[in-house]
């Protein structure tokens, strides 16, 4: 199993919702991701966990909350998001500590209304 | 600040042509340089990638040139196709910190 698995595909929500990102990976890799994506632009680096441990927060709003149960497993939980957040949110993992080979799952397009 | 500087915007290229995509960075921290290809509605994949001890590194129809001295790097797609149209971001990493480019829509006439 080479992939990095999202859900949901498609996500809609609004401002007072409260909702959540899911990511899994059955690769053995020890690091995994959150970048934001919009539309024509490049992903923007959010949130690294190695070995299950947050290592990089790249300053992000505390309405968005990542979690990582296990090695596998990796969440982001919304909370009163702005239509500014909208975008497509990408999980990726790497086999290990060092970002490289980044394996990207298809993402999440959210819609804040 | 944007870590990465990624040249052209967009590129339009006849099928069989060359699509050649620039990069510099700044950063002489970074130690692994990726090329990330991505087609509209999916997650950006990994297409080829180097590091600043390599000058120059080929898998099939697609080259990375690296210049050390100069801080830039450049992807070059032989014989392009249509089914390599599609929107490249180069990237540079340290630990765990992957920065990308702005990106580049490639299109291949056919």
């Known amino acids: 199993d080479t992939e990095v698995t999202q859900t949901p595909k498609h996500l809609v929500m609004g401002m007072t919702n409260k909702k959540s990102l899911k990511c899994e990976q059955h690769m053995g890799h020890r690091a995994m991701y959150w970048y934001k994506q919009k539309a024509k632009k490049p992903p923007e680096l959010m949130f690294v966990?190695?070995?299950?441990?947050?290592?990089i927060n790249e300053s992000v709003p505390s309405r968005f909350s990542p979690e990582c149960p296990n090695s596998s497993l990796l969440n982001l939980h919304l909370h009163a998001l702005q239509p500014e957040d909208s975008a497509l949110y990408l999980c990726?993992?790497?086999?290990?500590?060092?970002?490289?080979?980044?394996?990207f799952g298809s993402g999440t397009q959210l819609s804040v209304l | 600040q944007q870590q990465v500087k990624q040249s052209p915007q967009s590129l339009i290229v006849q099928k069989g042509g060359i699509s050649i995509i620039n990069c510099a960075y700044e950063n002489t921290a970074f130690d692994y340089f990726p090329w990330y290809q991505q087609f509209p509605g999916k997650g950006p994949a990994l297409l080829i990638a180097i590091r600043p001890d390599v000058s120059e590194k080929k898998e099939g129809r697609f080259t990375i040139s690296f210049n050390k001295s100069a801080k830039q790097f450049s992807l070059h797609i032989m014989d392009s196709q249509p089914g390599d149209s599609a929107t490249y971001f180069c990237a540079a990493s340290m630990a765990n910190d992957m920065r990308f480019g702005a990106g580049t829509r490639l299109t291949v006439k056919p």
């Open positions: 966990y190695s070995y299950e441990k947050l290592s």
């Open positions: 990726a993992s790497s086999p290990r500590d060092g970002g490289e080979k980044l394996f």
